[in-house]
């Protein structure tokens, strides 16, 4: 059963929202997942930590390496050996970014968490607006892109089409041009660690768990170096797996289609009936029948084919695997069991 409460409603007695957060020196997490970032690795580190060191807060930067093939983990582990604030979660292989995000986050320390891309198209210079509006009490703030820069055409249509079919059939709306860039209160962080679901699409997630809201426009760049590592499947993959994560529509559909296909069926017959009792029966006619059958079979394959996805899923989180496994854990309190999937 899911833990009894996920929601984190005022109760009466509760201090007003943003007290305590200003009365002392918080501590900040920001959460950065690199696959194959090597070249941005110094750069990265470079423009984060000034901005980290003139916030007025404590702060970690919790690096995940999602199972690179370059020299990623190296650079990370120079930067960590140079500065133990910052801190390197290695993972035994490529888990892709929503899990890399998802082991991030079941590492922080902070009172407040940032999630943020390694390429640098997340500025860092957002980092003290985050943190202002949380001190004003707000439990999560986005950042919310005002360009899509270094984006195809294709992409943007793809997009485009991805949140209109999304809006439509989920319960959650996905906020547009919000990525993973944003802030969240500590309480935010520790109801997504106790989602057990293994599809983690994340922008559902983030949008579903609610909480106080504020945002920030922001101008999104270029990536600094090295390459997208979303190509157009992968991206189709992701939107497949939001979508079946939280609408139940695609299973529920066929029932709807059926109620048409048999109603449609039904009068066929009756017409059929009267028409034989009228004019006698009159043989032709195969065209029609292999017709509806094929049609029909095609619509039943079709179900099955999205009935066989969600068992799948069922399948996959039955088996209850770990989420994400950690090969070595560099600059935490007790290593052993930050190294512990
Ligand atoms: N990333 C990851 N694992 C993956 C793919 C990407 O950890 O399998 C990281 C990547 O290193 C970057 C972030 O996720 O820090 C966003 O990736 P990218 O910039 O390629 O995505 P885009 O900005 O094009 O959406
Ligand atoms: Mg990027």
Same mark, same amino acid.
């Given at each position: =059963?899911?833990? =009894? +409460?996920? +929601?984190?409603?005022?109760?009466?007695?509760?201090?007003?929202? @943003? #007290?305590? #957060? #200003?009365? !002392? !020196?918080? !501590?900040?997490?920001?959460?950065?997942?690199?696959?194959?970032?090597?070249?941005?690795?110094? =750069? %990265?580190?470079? !423009? %984060?930590?000034?901005?980290?060191? #003139?916030?007025?807060? &404590?702060? &970690?930067?919790?690096?995940?390496?999602d199972g690179s093939r370059d020299d990623t983990l190296d650079r990370l582990l120079d930067v960590h050996d140079r500065d133990p604030r910052v801190k390197v979660v290695d993972l035994s292989r490529n888990f892709g970014k929503e %899990?890399?995000?998802? =082991?991030? %986050? @079941?590492?922080? +320390?902070?009172?407040?968490?940032?999630?943020m891309d390694a390429d640098l198209q997340h500025p860092p210079e957002l980092l003290p607006q985050f943190l202002a509006k949380w001190r004003e009490g707000y439990d999560v703030v986005v950042a919310v892109r005002n360009a899509r820069v270094g984006q195809s055409f294709k992409h943007r249509m793809f997009a485009r089409a991805f949140y209109w079919i999304f809006d439509n059939l989920s319960e959650v709306k996905l906020p547009r041009e919000v990525g993973d860039f944003r802030l969240m209160d500590r309480r935010v962080v520790e109801v997504i660690n106790r989602m057990p679901e293994r599809t983690r699409f994340m922008k559902g997630i983030f949008a579903w768990v609610g909480f106080r809201q504020a945002s920030i426009p922001y101008e999104q760049g270029e990536r600094a170096g090295g390459e997208t590592k979303w190509g157009f499947l992968k991206l189709l993959r992701l939107s497949f797996d939001g979508l079946t994560a939280f609408s139940t529509f695609p299973l529920r559909v066929w029932s709807l289609v059926g109620m048409a296909v048999s109603g449609f069926a039904f009068v066929y017959i009756v017409i059929r009936v009267i028409r034989t009792l009228l004019h006698g029966i009159d043989v032709p006619g195969y065209e029609s029948l292999l017709a509806a059958v094929l049609f029909l079979g095609g619509v039943q394959l079709i179900t099955l084919g999205i009935l066989g996805d969600y068992l799948g899923r069922v399948f996959n989180e039955v088996k209850g695997r770990p989420l994400y496994i950690v090969r070595s854990a560099h600059g935490f309190e007790d290593e052993e069991a930050a190294a512990a999937p």
């Open positions: =059963a899911p833990p =009894a +409460t996920m +929601t984190h409603d005022p109760k009466p007695g509760d201090p007003k929202p @943003g #007290r305590g #957060r #200003r009365a !002392r !020196r918080p !501590r900040l997490s920001v959460v950065i997942p690199f696959y194959n970032e090597g070249a941005n690795v110094d =750069a %990265l580190f470079d !423009r %984060l930590v000034p901005v980290l060191d #003139r916030l007025d807060a &404590e702060w &970690e930067v919790v690096c995940v390496n %899990l890399a995000l998802s =082991a991030g %986050l @079941g590492h922080v +320390t902070g009172d407040a968490v940032v999630p």
